[in-house]
């Protein structure tokens, strides 16, 4: 990565900005080889990614102000997992994943100890159902509720003729019982929001800052 930072004329220009959507595209064609590619695509899309970090290592190297490099990066990345997992570095003792995860988050708790909200540290730049769900966590923990109900607003004749599935769309999001029937379900959803001249992806971002909002006020409340 240095002789190539040192010796290619389009690497020197590039900084850590301009390398955010490489970033984003890979990540996304690692995502593929996990979810439906060979053996051989994962290696490859990993060694892909990899590329990405060492790039970004190599960049911040080289700052005038704060440098670091990948063995910074590496050792910074040990030092946090060892915290995190001291029930195979420490004396503590967990049984069951559900254990792990206590120490784990104990130990994040930790690190993350000036963070004011539940809030802190969630990208808002993650997709939106993977936006949704950690969100949905967050809110559990300062007691916020966020169900509605499900076919609020949307009559059975839209659903059925927005779908286009040969199925009910009321039905696959109340009874889906496995992700299959979830992303049909989702699928469905979408189809209502396209048939109504809806954007799916503004409708669930807005009710997510209203679920944020709710979050926040908790957490005033709390104080």
């Not at 100890?113 to 730049?125: K, M, N, P, Q, Y």
């Not at 019982?177 to 379900?185: I, N, P, R, V, W």
Request: charged content about 30%.
């Amino acid at each position: 990565m240095r002789a190539v930072r040192d010796r290619c004329v389009w690497t020197q220009q590039i900084d850590h900005r301009a390398l955010v959507p490489y970033l984003v595209e890979e990540s996304a064609e690692l995502i593929d080889a996990v979810e439906d590619g060979s053996r051989d695509e994962l290696r490859e899309e990993l060694g892909d990614l990899l590329w990405q970090v060492l790039f970004h290592a190599e960049i911040a190297s080289r700052d005038a102000d704060e440098p670091f490099d990948i063995d910074d990066v590496a050792r910074g990345l040990t030092d946090k997992m060892v915290r995190r997992h001291p029930h195979v570095f420490g004396d503590a003792v967990a049984n069951t994943p559900e254990e792990v995860l206590v120490h784990w988050n104990a130990a994040k708790a930790a690190e993350k100890s000036a963070r004011t909200s539940v809030l802190d540290g969630v990208s808002e730049r993650m997709p939106s159902l993977a936006l949704a769900q950690k969100l949905l966590s967050k809110a559990g923990q300062v007691g916020v509720s966020a169900s509605a109900p499900s076919n609020q607003g949307i009559s059975s004749e839209t659903e059925g003729g927005a779908t286009g599935l040969g199925g009910d769309a009321r039905s696959g999001r109340d009874d889906a019982t496995t992700e299959a029937e979830l992303g049909d379900a989702l699928l469905a959803l979408v189809a209502t929001a396209r048939a109504n001249g809806w954007d799916a992806e503004r409708a669930l971002r807005e009710r997510l800052r209203a679920l944020e909002r709710d979050i926040r006020a908790a957490e005033s409340i709390g104080r």
